[in-house]
Each structure stands twice: as C-alpha cells, then as structure tokens.
C-alpha cells in the first residue's frame, strides 16, 4: 500500500487535507479578512500601527494587533521598532509576505470581477 506522501509528493506537514498539518494551520491563519487586508494594506510599504488601522477600515485595535502578532510569527510581516519617546513601530511584508500579497491581489481581482453575479445569485437566492 502506498503512503500519501507516495500518492501526492508532498511530506505530510505540507498536506493542507490533513487536519494537523502545519499547511492547514498557515493557511487558517492567513486565510481570514483582517490578515488579508493587513496583508493587501502592507503590499503598498511600510506602515506604522496607526496606518494601517486607518488603511484596513473597521478593524480593532485588539484583532489588528492579534493579526499582526500571527503574521509575524509566521514570517509573513517584519517589525521594527524604533527607539523614539513614544517608540515608532513599522511593519513591512517579508519576501513571502509580498508572494502572498500577490495571491491576495488575484482574490481582490476576482471579487471585483465577479462581484455583479454574486450579488445577483444572493438576491435570487434570498428572495
């Protein structure tokens, strides 16, 4: 019998079918609307704290710092501190940060395509 590693090449932390895979857990990660707006907001340059609450309308100041923490740590949004009174905080995409960023930019894209016949479809479906 074959292994799934056998069936699909990947190693099994990589598989986002399995559900405790690191995959599955990256993608539930940045795969929510705040890190993508955070993620599409970054994808113009660095931006303080304050910025980006602004860019990334209806965020709280608890869910952005949460989402940013998460992009940190998964190496996704660098943060740099500066030793100012009060101290200046930036965040920047990474490398993988901004070839996210461009996936997020094909998301963006394809809503703004389709937008008309989705809300076409709920209209017919709520009515």
Known sequence: MRSKLQLNGLPED???????????EIFSDVANKWALL???????????????????????HKMLTQNLRMLERNGLVDRKVHPTVPPRVEYTLT???RALR???????D???????HIESARGRFDS
């Open 38 to 60: 955070i993620i599409e907001a970054l994808g113009e340059g660095t931006l303080r704290f304050s910025e980006l609450r602004d860019e990334v309308e209806g965020i709280s």
């Open 95 to 97: 490398a993988p940060g």
């Open 110 to 116: 394809w809503t703004q395509q389709h937008l008309g």
């Open 14 to 24: 990589a598989d986002l079918r399995r559900a405790d895979s690191l995959a599955r």
């Open 102 to 108: 461009a996936a997020v930019d094909v998301i963006c």
